[in-house]
């Protein structure tokens, strides 16, 4: 089984599901025991120094708390990109230079090896076997990752920017209307 660990998924037009419409997913985990992702594209209103101050200064623009998905919406789970390395302590690589931060680590101790990090209200899990299934009925869209997606500064423009960037006809995709019923 090929891993989409450390790859994108984005929402097709076709997913109304309101947790995922126009979503854009970085997958974080992906075997035979399922999946795991954080929706990168959906800030919330909510300050990150409002639930966590010390890390208020070591997020990434803008320095809000994102919905990371429909599941464990009461906790808090950090992804950072390292450079290089990364940091000895409180951080756990994934993929590449992606890994999970430790919330309960000092935040001067952890920053150091990051370029940044993103703190999500919840995640996206799928049990064995459903994102395949989701993937080949035509619900997402499957895409490489780049560097700059996950601590991209406009989250909001994400859905379109990715798409745009797609070879072929996939990036005719991002022109797709919000309301095809008003075109």
């Given amino acids: 089984m090929a891993s989409y660990a450390g790859q994108l998924l984005v929402a097709t037009p076709r997913l109304m599901d309101p947790n995922f419409a126009r979503a854009v997913i970085f997958v974080l985990d992906h075997d035979d025991d399922g999946a795991l992702g954080v929706v990168i594209n959906r800030p919330s209103q909510l300050p990150v120094r409002a639930v966590l101050p010390a890390w208020a200064g070591a997020v990434s623009e803008p320095p809000l708390l994102f919905t990371g998905g429909p599941v464990a919406q009461d906790s808090a789970l950090a992804v950072g990109m390292s450079s290089g390395p990364g940091p000895e302590v409180g951080f756990r690589r994934l993929v590449g230079n992606f890994g999970l931060v430790d919330l309960d680590a000092e935040p001067t101790d952890v920053e150091v090896g990051l370029?940044?990090?993103r703190v999500f209200s919840g995640y996206a899990g799928w049990s064995p076997g459903q994102l395949?299934?989701?993937?080949?009925?035509?619900?997402w869209y499957l895409v490489a990752t780049q560097p700059q997606d996950l601590l991209n500064p406009t989250p909001d423009l994400l859905w379109r920017s990715?798409?745009?960037?797609?070879?072929?006809e996939l990036a005719y995709v991002a022109t797709f209307p919000d309301d095809p019923t008003m075109n």
């Fill in 115 to 117: 370029l940044g990090v």
């Fill in 132 to 139: 395949e299934e989701e993937i080949a009925e035509g619900s």
């Fill in 162 to 168: 990715i798409l745009r960037r797609q070879p072929g």
